[in-house]
């Protein structure tokens, strides 16, 4: 069992940068994936980064450049580093994990996780 725990987000204008954090606790997988999501209001959820234990990355292409996925693995703690943000990266963030290689999933679909965090709003304005 996997214990996601997420903090971090907020308000700010675009342009500005936010900064989520996600702990992780529960389990002794060597192999985890694990991502950040989100879901604006009227939309599916989505991919944004994910990260293996290798610290192999992937982006969605919206956030590339300005969205940094990172970890800390003697703290089990997972980051999103976003900057220069949009009004259209409005969302209700989530972190996610899946015990894992990531070449054996899609690392950006939400189908493939089954851990979730409790989910932290960001919102940009214009």
């Known amino acids: 069992q996997v214990q996601l725990v997420q903090s971090g987000g907020g308000s700010v204008q675009a342009g500005g940068s936010l900064r989520l954090s996600c702990a992780a606790s529960?389990?002794?997988?060597?192999?985890?994936?694990m991502g950040w999501f989100r879901q604006a209001p009227g939309k599916e959820r989505e991919g944004v980064a994910s990260i293996d234990s290798s610290d192999t990355t992937i982006y969605a292409d919206s956030v590339k450049g300005r969205f940094t996925i990172s970890q800390d693995k003697a703290k089990r703690a997972l980051y999103l580093q976003m900057n220069s943000l949009k009004p259209e990266d409005t969302a209700m963030y989530y972190c996610?994990?899946?015990?894992?290689?990531?070449?054996?999933?899609?690392?950006?679909?939400?189908?493939?996780?089954?851990?979730w965090g409790q989910g932290t709003q960001v919102t940009v304005s214009s």
């Open positions: 529960g389990y002794t997988y060597s192999n985890i994936v």
């Open positions: 996610a994990a899946v015990p894992s290689l990531m070449s054996a999933i899609r690392p950006l679909a939400v189908y493939e996780y089954n851990y």
